[in-house]
């Protein structure tokens, strides 16, 4: 059920009234709501594949305390690492892999017909199967205890918030909350709630608009070039933020209803001044997991520039590659490893550690010019993950080049007024509340209540208006 | 651990409190959302037509003939561009015409036919590209009105009864805002004269448009998003009915102006092949045979005008005389 539909405000509601029911002190109580809960909502995506999320599930518990146990932990955290990556390998990969060995044969001069499976792909295997994998790790890594409670690690591998498009949650972070005593907190509840709105507002009114207008562009682009080419990027940049950053909004929102904290994924990524700051702002969950797991124990930054660089494009196309089986996806990871090799070469990686232009109401214009710079070279990249094709992405980009003289055309742009005015007024409010979890975060409180109950309203109206044409959530097809 | 200790709290007065103003803050939307609904239905009321009357109508043409039919199903695209007094006298078979709206839904139009099939009929089937299983749920409602024995047709739910009610409250406000035209009684006149019970002709065909003035065309429907479509199945457990009680069925693309294929060109054609190499239902020509020049069309990008309605009829006719087998 998508979190955008009437079936998920009826769920969530009797899971609330539920789990705050049996009282703060039944943990066990609350967490075996919880799950069965989450494999509710996770049978109402795909039944078929329920057993392949307890499969995975119980073989990462099993292995973490015989990882503890035994005498070979090394072969036992393999053993796992094997296991998970090729679930992965085998519904997401194979056709991909099989058909790509079948054409480079092919160009050889050898004739195969590629072995295609043709399989589904379950929902959430690359959310979940990293969730194992980072708790294996971390318990092979001694970072954490294996847990020896089903019903709770259970609950950290398909809390239903992040089963299906993450956050990609840590057992370090997830595991104590969830054993610990989890009591109702009425700051929190209304905080969750006003998360979850502006979550939606973000998906249903932002990303689901821009949606109608990228999709036409994109899927007949030899019609588009100059300026109409361009603004199918821009839309195409707003949608996928609007959409994957509202999931996570309403996923922590969710989550705080229930006084659990997750991890934040995005930090308002387009006001990055440089990619290197984009990668700390964007999909955070996903990028912290690659470093940690992949980036340092490859060696990191350690070692030389020539391992260092190879250490960032590795990272960078493993990325791109966990996004999907296509070469656009890979493309659209080197393509950010290229943008990101000068600021660490030049060592500015580390630079922007904190929101642009601080307490001050406007960007300076040395900031403002960064973020435009880094906002084009996102929106560039955007194509590739965007396109169906490397040779569709390349077209696109070569259509922008094409008629140069539209981009001063007004009427392109007065096309498109009413999206474009949503889109500045929705960047404004950004920037206002750039340095909380989410613009309305103590941002309400503060206000008056009258003023604050018409703001609520707006925001359920503007989701009320929208909601007609409904888009699939980007990120649930990875 | 990720949260902060000053704002734990057990009291379970602060949960009461919670839930108290959650109700009273949903009673205050739901309230306001009431009164919106109520405005938006006041003001658009004459602009109800009772075009889905016309089911009562087509499903006696049902009853009214024993076997050995020629049963068009599909959408209004079926409904208004085929002309079935010349598919009889081409074949000389009782011919019914039971498409009347797309916005019904594929479950409705095989699960109607499907009860009424004999052995010697002839099913043309001709659905909207992507057309949904399940419909719309207001149109569903509104044909039950008209014609009780459509409810075993359709599936009911609460949920759906809700959606369909938000949506149809949106999609008025923004009629009564955007659409001038619907404003206009005069506007409304002329398209209540063309959908209507009566628009429909002996064979179940919309003849009402026929040589009328032409509104501007519309397309409610949007872009195509091209996906696996899910009526593929469904048509092909209908397939295998009409085998089993001793029915052909055959498979037709649906007429589309030229402009509408050019900007959905990749969409329907990864439909159209998925078509070919997935349904079991043999197929009568390609998507490029029910492709017109847009000024054959009447209101809509799927209703053909009087011309229009004629050369796909004979378009039809040469396809059927080719690829059906009447023996």
């Not at chain 1, 070469?345 to 642009?356: D, E, H």
């Not at chain 1, 309400?444 to 208006?465: C, G, Q, T």
């Not at chain 2, 797309?102 to 009424?116: D, F, R, T």
């Not at chain 2, 092909?236 to 294929?261: H, I, R």
């Amino acid at each position: 059920m998508l979190f955008n539909t009437l079936n998920f405000a009826i769920f969530l509601p009797i899971v609330f009234l539920l789990y705050w029911s049996v009282g703060e002190k039944n943990i066990r109580i609350q967490n075996i709501i919880l799950i069965v809960a989450s494999y509710f909502f996770y049978a109402s995506w795909d039944l078929r594949f329920l057993s392949l999320l307890l499969f995975s599930t119980l073989l990462d518990f099993v292995l973490a305390i015989m990882i503890e146990k035994g005498s070979r932990p090394k072969l036992l955290l393999w053993i796992s690492i094997s296991i998970n990556l090729g679930l992965l390998a085998v519904f997401k990969y194979f056709d991909f892999f099989s058909i790509s060995a079948s054409a480079f044969l092919a160009s050889m001069g050898f004739h195969s017909d590629p072995i295609i499976l043709n399989l589904v792909l379950p929902v959430g295997i690359s959310f979940y199967t990293f969730h194992g994998l980072s708790y294996i790790i971390d318990v092979y890594k001694k970072r954490i205890h294996p847990e020896r409670n089903f019903i709770d690690y259970s609950l950290f591998v398909c809390f239903f918030p992040l089963l299906v498009a993450g956050p990609i949650e840590r057992a370090t972070h997830l595991l104590p909350q969830l054993k610990g005593k989890r009591a109702f907190s009425y700051t929190i509840a209304v905080d969750g709630l006003r998360q979850i709105l502006w979550g939606l507002f973000k998906k249903v009114v932002i990303a689901d608009s821009c949606a109608v207008f990228a999709n036409d562009i994109f899927n007949n682009s030899s019609q588009y070039f100059g300026a109409t080419a361009m603004l199918g990027a821009f839309f195409f940049a707003f949608q996928i933020y609007g959409d994957f950053s509202g999931y996570s909004d309403i996923a922590l929102g969710t989550a705080k209803l229930f006084n659990i904290r997750l991890l934040r994924n995005f930090s308002y990524p387009y006001f990055s001044r440089n990619i290197a700051e984009f990668w700390r702002r964007w999909h955070i969950s996903l990028s912290s997991w690659f470093r940690d797991y992949v980036y340092i124990p490859l060696g990191g930054s350690k070692g030389s520039l020539k391992s260092n660089i190879r250490n960032i494009f590795i990272i960078f196309l493993l990325s791109g590659l966990w996004h999907g089986a296509n070469w656009t996806f890979i493309i659209w990871g080197g393509l950010n490893a290229l943008y990101f090799l000068p600021s660490f070469v030049l060592k500015s990686n580390r630079k922007y550690l904190s929101a642009p232009s601080r307490e001050r109401r406007l960007p300076s214009f040395h900031d403002f010019t960064k973020m435009l710079f880094t906002f084009f070279l996102t929106v560039i990249a955007w194509v590739f993950f965007r396109s169906d094709s490397a040779q569709a992405a390349f077209r696109f980009l070569g259509s922008l080049f094409v008629h140069p003289g539209s981009y001063l055309l007004l009427s392109i742009y007065i096309k498109y007024s009413w999206l474009l005015i949503l889109i500045a007024l929705f960047v404004v409010v950004e920037w206002i509340g750039r340095e909380k979890e989410y613009p309305l975060a103590d941002l309400m409180p503060s206000l008056n209540p009258l003023f604050r109950r018409a703001v609520y309203f707006i925001l359920i109206f503007s989701i009320f208006w929208y909601n007609g044409v409904q888009q699939q959530f980007i990120y649930f097809q990875f | 651990m990720g949260f902060n200790n000053n704002l734990f709290t057990f009291s379970s007065k602060m949960k009461f409190n919670f839930y108290k103003r959650v109700f009273f803050f949903l009673l205050q939307l739901f309230v306001a959302y009431i009164g919106l609904a109520w405005y938006v239905r006041v003001k658009t009321a004459h602009f109800d037509n009772d075009y889905l009357a016309g089911v009562n109508i087509k499903e006696k043409l049902l009853t009214q003939v024993s076997s050995h039919r020629l049963i068009l199903v599909g959408g209004s695209n079926m409904a208004f561009g085929i002309n079935s007094g010349e598919l009889y006298q081409a074949f000389g078979r009782p011919t019914i015409n039971l498409s009347i709206h797309a916005g019904l839904g594929l479950n409705y139009m095989l699960s109607q036919i499907e009860s009424s099939l004999k052995e010697g009929d002839i099913i043309i089937l001709s659905p909207e590209y992507f057309l949904g299983l399940d419909g719309d749920y207001r149109l569903m409602l509104e044909t039950e009105k008209y014609f009780f024995n459509a409810k075993k047709y359709f599936d009911h739910s609460m949920l759906k009864m809700i959606s369909a009610h938000l949506n149809e409250t949106r999609d008025k406000l923004k009629n009564l805002i955007f659409d001038p035209k619907s404003h206009d009684v005069n506007y409304w006149f002329d398209v209540n004269e063309i959908y209507n019970r009566n628009s429909f002709n002996e064979y179940g065909d919309v003849v009402s448009h026929l040589g009328k003035r032409k509104p501007i065309i519309t397309n409610e429907e949007g872009l195509l998003q091209y996906h696996k479509w899910e009526g593929i199945q469904r048509i092909n457990l209908f397939y295998a009915k009409c085998m089993q009680k001793g029915c052909k069925a055959f498979f037709v693309f649906p007429c589309l102006p030229l402009s509408e294929y050019n900007l959905n060109r990749k969409a329907i054609r990864l439909y159209e092949k998925d078509i070919y190499t997935e349904l079991k239902m043999p197929v009568l020509g390609t998507v490029n045979d029910f492709l017109f020049q847009d000024s054959l069309f009447y209101d809509s990008i799927y209703h053909l005008d009087s011309n229009g309605r004629e050369q796909r009829t004979l378009r039809l006719v040469k396809l059927m005389q080719v690829g059906c087998n009447f023996n």
